[in-house]
């Protein structure tokens, strides 16, 4: 199995710029699409961004040009870099790894999934 370990989250104000990382127990970066997910208060899981194994790149529409998803192989590290925070991007951020089947931003479709992080804007 594949253990991812998100950090970076926490209390943020509007307008700031966190990034989120999510460290794998292996090398899985240039094999799977690996994606970010979030959950807010009382709302399902929703799909906010994704990287394929060529490196190419989905977002949801409520985070486009506000977020960008990238990851570094040799840290076996993704990353998700949150600007212009706005009070509804708060919700707990999850790492997901390895999607068995289209789209993406279907929960269900990831195998392996992170404890998640924290993002409060305020």
């Known amino acids: 199995d594949v253990q991812l370990v998100e950090s970076g989250g926490g209390s943020v104000p509007a307008g700031g710029s966190p990034k989120l990382s999510c460290a794998a127990s292996?090398?899985?970066?240039?094999?799977?699409?690996m994606a970010w997910f979030r959950q807010g208060s009382g709302n399902e899981r929703e799909g906010v961004a994704a990287?394929?194994?060529?490196?190419?790149?989905s977002y949801a529409d409520s985070v486009k040009g506000r977020f960008a998803i990238s990851k570094n192989s040799a840290k076996n590290t993704l990353y998700l870099q949150m600007n212009s925070l706005k009070p509804e991007d708060t919700a707990m951020y999850f790492c997901?790894?390895?999607?068995?089947?289209?789209?993406?931003?279907?929960?269900?479709?990831?195998?392996?999934w992170g404890q998640g992080t924290q993002v409060t804007v305020s």
């Open positions: 990287i394929g194994s060529d490196g190419r790149t």
């Open positions: 997901a790894a390895y999607l068995k089947q289209d789209p993406w931003y279907t929960p269900a479709n990831f195998r392996y």
């Open positions: 292996a090398y899985t970066y240039g094999y799977y699409c």
